[in-house]
């Protein structure tokens, strides 16, 4: 194997990686979870 081939091989791993932490990010970082946000907005005058 030459040096560019093992370049190649580098590469594409290196761009696996950086998909699969962009994904896992994402996951991790942008979930929308119905019910985490009021539906109106709240004050403490309604609640008191």
Do not use: C, D, W
């Amino acid at each position: 194997m030459n040096n560019y081939e093992k370049f190649t091989v580098l590469l594409q791993q290196y761009l696996r990686l950086l998909s699969v932490a962009q994904l896992v990010e994402q996951l991790t970082l942008n979930q929308r979870v119905t019910g985490s946000n009021p539906v109106r907005e709240t004050n403490s005058e309604s609640i008191i």
